[in-house]
T-cell receptor
Framework: DAGITQSPRHKVTETGTPVTLRCHQTENHRYMYWYRQDPGHGLRLIHYSYGVKDTDKGEVSDGYSVSRSKTEDFLLTLESATSSQTSVYFC???????????????FGPGTRLTVL | AQSVAQPEDQVNVAEGNPLTVKCTYSVSGNPYLFWYVQYPNRGLQFLLKYITGDNLVKGSYGFEAEFNKSQTSFHLKKPSALVSDSALYFCAVRDDSSASKIIFGSGTRLSIRP
């Protein structure tokens, strides 16, 4: 998985509690992404980062925030978890080489989050 | 706006037979296309990509994909399926609004029967 780890791998929490998921990479990739995967929806982008402290929203960013204080770590926070945020969350990274749009993404193993 | 469609939720193939997983796309500029595979309880793995050049792109695990500009398609193929190819396959296209993002299709589940 290209040196990408996610923690925790599984989490069960209650509605209204804050949750933080961590993605750590050892590839020195510039770009990092958070996706959620739900049946029938494929992967949907939540937030992404194009450098340290540089982040932007994806298509399903409501209820989520991110932070990237160093190249290797990208945190996803659910400020107040809701049942609709029950999902599998994937982190991905992509390097910069020539035209960055050409670069494939590498994925972590995923975090299964259940919000009761 | 750019988009990618995978018209089949599931494809069933007998081991040893050729397989095709279909993908069509819509983009405003030049298409940059990708295929990924996801095995159970794993993250996605990159298989291959088309940027420019030959219409037949070769990738990992014996897979290849055929880019067809007139039909706006990028079908994934393999000459002889293996049971171990059973997985979820995603087609993706670069997002024209931000070159560092890609948009995924909804996925096709490939099932290879022995």
């Amino acid at each position: 998985d290209a040196g990408i780890t996610q923690s925790p791998r599984h989490k069960v929490t209650e509605t209204g509690t804050p949750v933080t998921l961590r993605c750590h990479q050892t590839e020195n990739h510039r770009y990092m992404y958070w996706y959620r995967q739900d049946p029938g929806h494929g992967l949907r982008l939540i937030h992404y980062s194009y450098g340290v402290k540089d982040t932007d929203k994806g298509e399903v960013s409501d209820g989520y925030s991110v932070s990237r204080s160093k190249t290797e770590d990208f945190l996803l926070t659910l400020e107040s978890a809701t049942s609709s945020q029950t999902s599998v969350y994937f982190c991905a990274t992509a390097g910069l080489a020539g035209g960055f749009s050409y670069n494939e993404q590498f994925f972590g193993p995923g975090t299964r989050l259940t919000v009761l | 706006a750019q988009s990618v469609a995978q018209p089949e939720d599931q494809v069933n193939v007998a081991e040893g037979n050729p397989l095709t997983v279909k993908c069509t796309y819509s983009v405003s500029g030049n298409p940059y296309l990708f295929w990924y595979v996801q095995y159970p309880n794993r993250g996605l793995q990159f298989l291959l990509k088309y940027i420019t050049g030959d219409n037949l792109v070769k990738g990992s695990y014996g897979f290849e994909a055929e880019f067809n500009k007139s039909q706006t398609s990028f079908h994934l193929k393999k000459p002889s399926a293996l049971v171990s190819d059973s997985a979820l396959y995603f087609c993706a296209v670069r997002d024209d609004s931000s070159a560092s993002k890609i948009i995924f299709g909804s996925g096709t589940r490939l099932s290879i029967r022995p």
